[in-house]
């Protein structure tokens, strides 16, 4: 890993960028499980079956085990825009046309918000000095919880305003595809506003 050349401004934008990305990940599967039921009886499903639940598992361990390779073989930058595109699957199941259509979204969302959070604690590693690292470890741990929070305090006033299922769903998914903008087209690579090309250009440190 090379000497560390980013600044403090730097650092903490990207902290807060990752930060929110895992919170919208969260806050997007929170308000998919709260919608699950009215999801299914259009479907015409009934009965929910565990393999909603079990795919987001299945989907968090695969994201585990492969997180550290997908790493290596894509730098951290274009594993974090990766990341940010699974996650908006979401929106994708906004439009689903089937129940398993709508799964495997679930799947996606999942895989992206396991691989998302593995790359988390090196960026922090990177970023900051080690008196600082414990801080925004603990910051990114309160990721998940926060974006629960923003779910649950706002759901029942979008899906009072917006009404069906799937707008509710596209509401949060937008949120995660407007920061996956950001990682996919605002680095060091050409195109990008030149703040977040600046910004993000502290990415590619691998």
């Known amino acids: 890993m090379p000497p560390k050349v980013i600044g403090p401004k730097r650092a903490l934008s990207i902290e807060l960028l990752l930060f929110f990305a895992y919170c919208f990940f969260s806050a997007s599967w929170m308000v998919g499980s709260i919608v699950t ?10 009965t929910i079956p565990s393999s909603v639940n079990n ?7 695969l994201g ?19 990341s940010c595109l699974l996650i908006c699957a979401v929106v994708v199941g906004a439009f689903s046309t089937s129940f398993p259509a709508f799964i495997l979204t679930r799947f996606l969302l999942g895989f992206g ?23 925004f470890i603990g910051l990114n741990n309160a990721g998940p ?34 920061i996956a903008g950001f990682f ?12 977040f090309k600046r910004i993000l250009g502290g990415l590619n440190f691998v």
Do not use: H
């Open 55 to 61: 795919a987001i598992s299945a989907a968090k361990i």
């Open 145 to 178: 919880n926060t974006g629960n929070l923003i779910a649950l305090l706002s759901v029942t006033a979008v899906r009072g305003w917006l009404g069906s299922w799937r707008s509710v769903i596209l509401f949060y998914g937008i949120f995660s595809g407007r």
């Open 37 to 46: 039921t009215d999801m299914a009886q259009e479907f015409g499903v009934y």
């Open 64 to 82: 585990n085990f492969v997180a550290a390779w997908i790493l290596l073989k894509l730098g951290p930058k274009r594993t974090v825009s990766l």
């Open 113 to 135: 918000g396991a691989i998302l959070m593995i790359c988390m604690t090196p960026y922090v590693v990177y970023c900051f000095e080690p008196k600082q690292q414990p801080i």
């Open 184 to 195: 996919r087209g605002d680095g060091s690579e050409k195109g990008g506003s030149g703040f």
